[in-house]
């Protein structure tokens, strides 16, 4: 099993060193990973930053861990990966960051649309208040389609996040409604052989991993290249929550294995069979 999106305390917003994320992995049978913190760093004044020289700097001393974390867990197949927020002025800094660090895996995610964070903070009630649910979701789709066409970044993070609060104030949403800004979004990405991940920590707010079934039938259609699985968990006890979900997810939208990346290539691949096996396996001890 897999989990190719978490978050430790090198995140702002994240917990635990890395080794003891590694001690989670293990405990829950999952035997590949990839450490994905946020590029920016939350500032004093409570905004986001992205400043070169302190990207860098924290990275290559991420990946020091990640290289400790392979000594220690000499079974754990430990890699050195990034989530990047899509704002148009980052993205040069972005390009040199990915340039410069030796990443094995690159998330692009967008979590802003029109100055509004619409996962989390406080302005995501205004976001969502000041909008109807298609104005809402529209724009949130067509800030993904612009992170798209920029590109630097090898998979899709939480393809529809917007769902995330936007469920609380609308309910739950059809992405056929909104097929027309997806579809371009996943063409483009198959064109330049983008991923998507399967995002688990969906279970445990609007109930499902992001995204929904049919865009992930539509990805596969579509010709999207690769399938990654992850949590983005950000301490240690929540490591694996959701990936049975996710597991079960992917299968029921046909797609046949999930992708690991190396460097930023996709290097290898397991058949979904295998953690179908994984998950049922974990049902069952956990089942009363
Ligand atoms: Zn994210
Ligand atoms: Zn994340």
């Known amino acids: 099993m897999i989990n190719f999106h978490f978050h430790d305390d090198r995140s702002s917003d994240g917990e635990a060193p890395l080794l003891r994320h590694c001690e989670a992995a293990v405990e829950a049978g999952v035997t590949e990973i990839c450490v994905t913190n946020h590029a920016e760093i939350l500032g004093p004044d409570g905004s986001w930053q992205a400043d070169l020289e302190e990207m860098r700097a924290r990275f290559f001393s991420v990946g020091e861990s990640v290289r400790e974390a392979r000594r220690l867990f000499p079974d754990l197949g430990v890699r050195l990966g990034i989530e990047l927020e899509y704002r148009p002025e980052w993205t040069d800094a972005f390009d040199r960051l990915t340039a410069e660090v030796p990443f094995d895996f690159v998330l692009g995610s967008v979590h802003m649309v029109d100055g509004f964070n619409v ?3 406080s302005s995501k009630d205004l976001f969502f208040e000041g909008r109807t649910q298609e104005s809402a979701y529209s724009e949130y789709f067509r800030a993904l389609d612009a992170m798209v066409q920029w590109g630097g970044f090898d998979a899709v993070a939480h393809f529809d996040l917007v769902k995330r609060y936007g469920h609380r104030h609308y309910g739950p949403y059809e992405p056929a409604a909104y097929r027309h800004e997806i579809q371009p979004v996943l063409e483009k990405m198959a064109a330049r052989g ?13 109930g499902v991993p992001y995204p929904e079934r049919e865009i992930l039938v539509w990805a596969r259609q579509a010709g999207v290249p690769t399938l990654t699985i992850g949590t983005d968990s950000h301490r240690p006890d929540s490591f694996a929550d959701g990936l049975v979900e996710g597991v079960l997810l992917a299968r029921s939208a046909g797609w046949e294995e999930l992708t690991l990346y190396d460097r930023r290539i996709p290097a290898a691949t397991i058949a979904l069979e295998r953690a179908v096996a994984w998950a049922e396996g974990r049902n069952s001890r956990e089942a009363p």
């Open 194 to 206: 983008l991923g998507i991940e399967i995002n688990t920590s969906g279970v445990s707010g609007p």
């Open 119 to 121: 996962s989390g903070g």
